[in-house]
């Protein structure tokens, strides 16, 4: 079958292997759909520690059950299913484990990381995902394209269990990409009062605009984007801020930005070369924030995100803006790099 196999940085090669080979109590999937992460990109761009090559990557998949070595009734699912998957595989256990953490083990590996991933037409799910119940059946007539959207959506529904939005909230999401979009989607459906996307990338905030945020504002380096948000929020800032770009400056604005006593959380990380940020501390102190990171997903989160989609109340059909044969994978990346996509989806099968 072709794959896409990173072979190292700047090396994606769609190219020939061999089948997957079942083991007991493995199954095999058809892949319908895999959309282009962040972190794909950024393996592709410069590398990951925790990606060996020759690895395929692609974990935000959906899939149909075509081979099972596993009983249906352990795997939850049977040959015709059509499927996403909790991405994170458990090993052993674990204090975070034990107190529902998972996402925070450091017993696991993931799909595409320690395992090929979906970048491809047939993916191997490891006989231990099997066996946690990580295959979860789409039960409607959602598309797989959009249901391929479950993954990055749980990991945005792991961050706002610490945020907690609510009817009095206002917030704003620095970051308009689709993980953004994705934030800013949730804050409405939570109730928020006023939802606010900010990007530097013009292109990117223009296309945030289908979603019907209150604003969409374009950040320039003059700072004049801050006095739109104060005079929004009656000088007193967003109640909370979720920084959805890997910037040390987006961090820094989002503590002045935020009200006295706001929620912020780092979404993304920074690059490993230049982890450290230059912050205000102050900031925290006198205005007592509460400043979270999230991580991943939990099993839970997961769930929920694919039950929002199955829903039908979530547009995702919006978020994936492309699909592209595997063949121009490379393509995908530089599409999601200039703001012109939001989720790209890679369809293995034209
Ligand atoms: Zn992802």
Do not use: W
């Not at 072979?7 to 090669?13: A, T």
């Not at 997957?20 to 393996?43: F, H, K, M, N």
Request: net charge neutral; aromatic share 6%; hydrophobic share 40%.
């Amino acid at each position: 079958m072709k794959a896409a196999v990173y072979e190292g940085k700047e090396r994606v090669v769609v190219r020939e292997v061999p089948e997957p080979s079942l083991e007991d109590g493995e199954i095999l999937l058809a892949i319908d759909a895999c959309c282009v992460c962040g972190t794909d990109l950024r393996t592709y761009r410069h590398g990951d520690k925790k990606i060996i090559p020759p690895r395929i990557l692609g974990h935000e998949f959906c899939a149909r059950v075509v081979e099972m070595r596993a009983k249906p009734e352990d795997a939850g699912v049977k040959v015709g299913d059509r499927v996403g998957m909790y991405i994170v595989i458990l090993h052993g256990n674990d204090r975070y484990i034990e107190g529902g953490r998972a996402n925070l083990s450091s017993h696991r590996t993931t799909m595409s990381y320690h395992h090929d991933g979906a970048f491809a037409p047939l993916m191997r799910v490891p006989a231990e995902a099997v066996r946690q119940r990580s295959l979860f059946r789409v039960t409607g007539e959602m598309s797989s394209r959009e249901m391929s959207i479950a993954e990055p959506l749980g990991c945005c529904m792991n961050a706002h269990s610490r945020l907690r939005v609510g009817m009095k909230d206002t917030v704003a999401v620095i970051g308009a990409g689709p993980i953004g979009v994705m934030h800013g989607l949730l804050a409405r459906l939570q109730g928020a009062q006023r939802v606010i996307l900010l990007d530097n990338n013009p292109a990117r905030a223009q296309m945030a605009k289908q979603f019907g945020f209150d604003a969409v504002l374009v950040s320039r380096p003059d700072g004049s984007h801050r006095a739109e948000v104060a005079a929004m929020t009656d000088g007193e800032g967003p109640d909370v801020v979720i920084v959805a770009v890997s910037s040390a400056t987006a961090q820094a604005e989002a503590l002045e930005m935020a009200a006295k006593g706001g929620r912020i959380n780092f979404f993304a990380g920074l690059p490993k070369s230049s982890p450290t940020a230059q912050l205000d501390v102050n900031q925290i102190h006198y205005k007592e924030l509460e400043i979270s990171g999230s991580y991943s997903e939990k099993k839970s989160d997961f769930q929920a995100a694919f039950a929002l989609l199955q829903s039908g109340r979530f547009p995702a059909d919006q978020i994936v803006t492309h699909t592209l044969p595997l063949s121009q994978i490379t393509k995908a990346f530089e599409l999601m790099e200039s703001g012109e996509a939001l989720k790209v989806c890679i369809d293995p099968n034209l």
